[in-house]
């Protein structure tokens, strides 16, 4: 099969891949299926501390959705409706939604449905010759509002507004000033710093880091915190980790988290 989702884990980090060399990862209604189911055993599987999402291959991280299946799977406003709500939706959401860090690892086109996904991750780092964009207009369709939501949340509409109306290719650089990105590293160091950044993360508490997340959600949200909440904060105190962190700060060694 040429077009598939891979996920390898590791020492605590999941790899997940977007595999479809011959459209540059190009992410097909399959492989939505795929990405999702992919990030929904991630989110039950506690062994894993980070997880790093990238395309197959070092000429593309995701060069959009397939646009030659577009026919089929989005010939009608019913079909279009599933093919977004339902396979891209849930895809989107589960990365959104992870409980553990995510990174993405970005080399070459992180274009339309590419840089949806990338968008939805927590840390984004990119080779310098890589691009970003959603050039949709000069194709004749827009980009669904439940997908735009996502970039809006990360760059804000000035952004999101010049990247579709302009339909203009953006530098990694220009990518970075804007608030797509992280981080821009050479080329052939992006893989091997998505692992440092996945090595970092795993070095911590991974309670923490879901809390971390957690909080940060619940922040955006908006609301005033109620009294639960606030008490909730502390939730750190009761457990093993934190006892581990505080010995070995004292102690002048390397704590050793398990989780709990």
Same mark, same amino acid.
């Given at each position: 099969?040429?077009?598939?989702?891979?996920?390898?884990?590791?020492?605590?980090?999941? &790899?997940?891949?977007?595999?479809?060399?011959?459209?540059?990862?190009?992410?097909?209604?399959?492989?939505?299926?795929?990405?999702?189911?992919?990030?929904?055993?991630?989110? $039950?599987?506690?062994?894993?501390?980070?997880?790093?999402?990238?395309?197959? +291959?070092?000429?593309?991280?995701?060069?959009?959705?397939?646009?030659?299946?577009?026919?089929?799977?989005?010939?009608?406003?019913?079909? $279009?409706?599933?093919?977004?709500?339902?396979?891209?939706?849930?895809?989107?959401?589960?990365?959104?939604?992870?409980?553990?860090? &995510?990174?993405?690892?970005?080399?070459? $086109?992180?274009?339309?449905?590419?840089?949806?996904?990338? +968008?939805?991750?927590?840390?984004?780092?990119? +080779?310098?010759?890589?691009?970003?964009?959603?050039?949709?207009?000069?194709?004749?369709?827009?980009?669904?509002?439940?997908?735009?939501?996502?970039?809006?949340?990360?760059?804000?509409?000035?952004?999101?507004?010049?990247?579709?109306?302009?339909?203009?290719?953006?530098?990694?650089?220009?990518?970075?000033?804007?608030?797509?990105?992280?981080?821009?590293?050479?080329?052939?160091?992006?893989?091997?710093?998505?692992?440092? &950044?996945?090595?970092?993360?795993?070095?911590?508490?991974?309670?923490?880091?879901?809390?971390?997340?957690?909080?940060?959600?619940?922040?955006?949200?908006?609301?005033?915190?109620?009294? $639960?909440?606030?008490?909730?904060?502390?939730?750190?105190?009761? &457990?093993?980790?934190?006892?581990?962190?505080?010995?070995?700060?004292?102690?002048?060694?390397?704590?050793?988290?398990?989780?709990?």
């Amino acid at each position: 099969m040429n077009s598939r989702i891979d996920c390898e884990i590791n020492a605590g980090v999941a &790899t997940v891949s977007l595999h479809n060399p011959a459209k540059l990862n190009a992410v097909n209604a399959a492989m939505w299926r795929g990405l999702s189911a992919a990030m929904q055993g991630i989110a $039950a599987d506690d062994s894993v501390r980070c997880v790093i999402l990238r395309g197959a +291959g070092d000429e593309a991280f995701a060069a959009g959705g397939d646009i030659e299946e577009f026919r089929s799977v989005r010939a009608t406003v019913d079909d $279009a409706l599933h093919y977004h709500e339902d396979l891209v939706a849930s895809a989107l959401d589960a990365i959104r939604h992870c409980a553990v860090p &995510t990174v993405a690892a970005i080399r070459g $086109a992180c274009v339309g449905g590419g840089l949806e996904i990338a +968008g939805c991750c927590d840390i984004r780092i990119a +080779g310098e010759s890589s691009r970003f964009g959603a050039p949709i207009n000069r194709l004749g369709f827009s980009m669904y509002p439940g997908e735009m939501a996502g970039l809006l949340a990360l760059v804000g509409p000035a952004v999101v507004l010049e990247i579709l109306l302009e339909g203009r290719i953006l530098d990694a650089r220009e990518a970075l000033q804007k608030g797509l990105l992280s981080r821009v590293v050479d080329d052939e160091k992006v893989f091997e710093e998505a692992a440092a &950044t996945a090595t970092r993360i795993c070095a911590g508490a991974p309670l923490v880091s879901r809390w971390h997340k957690q909080w940060v959600r619940r922040l955006m949200a908006g609301g005033a915190l109620s009294e $639960a909440e606030r008490r909730q904060a502390f939730d750190f105190l009761a &457990t093993e980790d934190y006892r581990e962190g505080l010995s070995a700060f004292l102690e002048k060694r390397t704590p050793v988290f398990k989780g709990r």
